[in-house]
């Protein structure tokens, strides 16, 4: 219980206002960057991922905080969903890449279903036109763990694979987002 606590106060307090995110219609910036899957690092590139379908570009502020727990969570358990819309999924924070390897094989959180990719620097972030909040000190994760990074404001985007963004998807809670998310992807399919 003091886990789930110290996770709710934390995502309150790393809490982002929206900004002037990327609308649709917009051309989504490439990126390649690290990246994790069940606790092994790799190599995310965008344009390779848009080759199998539309991708689901999540920004979160940081693993292992109570919001972010609950959208990795969500993202994980509707894996399939997405998977049968034809969507890849991907989160993106300015965590380290050696906190996304526990984070991706956490099975509370990512459970081996879903890459998370880091953004150590926030160039991917502010390419997007998220706002990125520096470090502050003192934070620590739901783990007690200090928290040395900045933080992205939680929004996402679902890129077509012609390049081009065709919701974002920003403002909502963790769950509520994972849920319009999965909405807006089986319209599109179903657009088709």
Not at 18 to 44: I, M, V, Y
Not at 121 to 132: E, P, Q, R
């Amino acid at each position: 219980m003091n886990r789930f606590l110290i996770g709710c106060l934390l995502s309150g307090a790393i809490a982002l206002p929206a900004t002037a995110a990327l609308k649709e219609g917009d051309t989504a910036p490439d990126f390649k960057t690290q990246a994790s899957l069940a606790g092994k690092a790799f190599n995310f590139s965008l344009k390779d991922s848009l080759k199998k379908g539309p991708v689901v570009v999540y920004f979160y502020p940081s693993a292992y905080t109570g919001g972010c727990n609950i959208q990795a969570h969500e993202f994980a358990e509707n894996s399939e969903k997405f998977a049968a819309a034809g969507a890849t999924v991907v989160g993106v924070s300015l965590d380290s890449i050696e906190r996304l390897n526990d984070f991706s094989a956490d099975p509370q959180y990512c459970a081996g279903k879903l890459p998370v990719a880091s953004d150590a620097d926030g160039k991917i972030a502010k390419s997007y036109d998220l706002a990125v909040r520096e470090a502050s000190a003192g934070k620590k994760d739901a783990r007690g763990v200090d928290i040395n990074h900045g933080f992205a404001e939680r929004t996402t985007f679902i890129v077509t694979p012609n390049g081009k963004i065709a919701a974002t998807i920003g403002g909502l809670a963790a769950a509520e987002n994972v849920e319009k998310t999965l909405e807006a992807v089986q319209k599109l399919v179903a657009a088709k």
